[in-house]
């Protein structure tokens, strides 16, 4: 059975920096497309960032330049660093995974528990 397991989030002020963590109970986790969603009170989940099997990248507009996505296959693990981080980014996060292609929409096999991100002004 699948499971993710999303660690690092808390509370920041705005221009500080977290770094979430992703761990993968995956036997295959190389040939699994890794992404970031995140969900605001009382809005849709929305993409964050991809990362595909051969570590190319994919980020949603309004993070580009300040979040980095990146994956450890020899760890079953993935991270999303965030620098300057606004109050805007406050959200849970969630990782999620899915066989090889990445995709922008929500078209994930599996999802993670969420971890919360608050950024203060």
């Known amino acids: 059975q699948v499971q993710l397991v999303e660690s690092g989030g808390g509370l920041v002020q705005a221009g500080g920096s977290l770094r979430l963590s992703c761990a993968a109970s995956?036997?295959?986790?190389?040939?699994?497309?890794l992404a970031w969603f995140r969900q605001a009170p009382g809005k849709e989940r929305e993409f964050v960032a991809a990362i595909s099997v051969s570590a190319s990248t994919v980020y949603a507009d309004s993070v580009k330049a300040r979040f980095s996505i990146s994956r450890d296959n020899a760890k079953n693990t993935a991270a999303l660093q965030m620098n300057s981080l606004k109050p805007e980014d406050t959200a849970v996060y969630y990782c999620a995974v899915r066989r090889w292609a990445v995709v922008t929409t929500t078209s994930y096999s599996y999802w993670g528990q969420g971890t919360q991100v608050t950024v203060s002004s």
């Open positions: 995956i036997h295959t986790f190389s040939t699994y497309a």
